[in-house]
């Protein structure tokens, strides 16, 4: 029988057993916040040029035009709210000793709703960094006044704390999320089109070793056929019912071993008084 969310039964069990849970995250958990996604039909991607607004010689080359662009993207960002996706990731979190929260999105959503310390592997968009002492200052001040900032210590450009096409991940948040697909036992992937590498290679690792992986998307992604299960709808919808059906069932699951463990106990006081 389906169970009321109408996921299949055998995924949420699946899923209740796995004991060291990943979850990564792309645009699309934000897009019902009112953040545009890259790669859909209303995507930023489809209106501008990656290679004009998103790289290190097109900062070079106007880097006022690269700041309003960030700093457009900045205004929408701060008018958002964490929305019921966001939200279910936080109550999943607060029910596996061992998770990790990865994610592509520089929107800062995810700290938001509550979730601790998401891997960051773009980066942030609430922060800069001076492109000569490298220095990472935080920049809340929206909207941004004057374009481009400049380093409070030494004048320089500060440069968007994100990564642009062509540069490596930040190394820490790469081995971060890296340890935690090599050896989880289940992960969720959460509107990513899963077209952007390295982070597209993360649930192949968890794969290939092992693990039980799930996306939650409206659309079938590049890694649907190599992966257990697409859970087709918007994040929003799905992920609240999923996590309702894995804490009921994990919940189970523990009162069971609860009582079975009192059973035991019980017997061997019993013993014990004979
Ligand atoms: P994409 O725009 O490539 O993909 C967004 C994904 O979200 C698609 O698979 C959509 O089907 C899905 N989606 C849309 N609405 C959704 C919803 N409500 N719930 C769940 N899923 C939904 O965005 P990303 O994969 O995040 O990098 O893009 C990855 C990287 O490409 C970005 O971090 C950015 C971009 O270029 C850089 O700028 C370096």
Redesign the pocket.
Known sequence: MEPASGIAHGLIERLGRSSRLVVLT????S??SGIP????EE?L?RQHR?EDL?TWEAFERDPELVWNWYDYRRRIIADAEPNR?HKAIVRLEGDFDDFTLVT??VDGLHERAGSVGPVEL?GNIWRARCTKEHTIVDLLENPLSPIPPKCAQCGALLRPD????GEPLPMEAYELSHQAASTCDAMLL???????RP?ASLPLVAKHNGAFVVE????Y?HISALIEATLIG???VVLPKLVDALLDRRSGMRSRSDRQDTGAENEVKEQTAS
């Open positions: 792309g645009s699309g958990v897009s019902e996604t890259f790669r859909g995507g991607w990656a998103a996706g592509q999105n773009h994100v990564v642009w096409f959460v509107g990513p089109s899963a077209v952007v982070a939650v998307n409206p659309n992604t918007k994040a929003g």
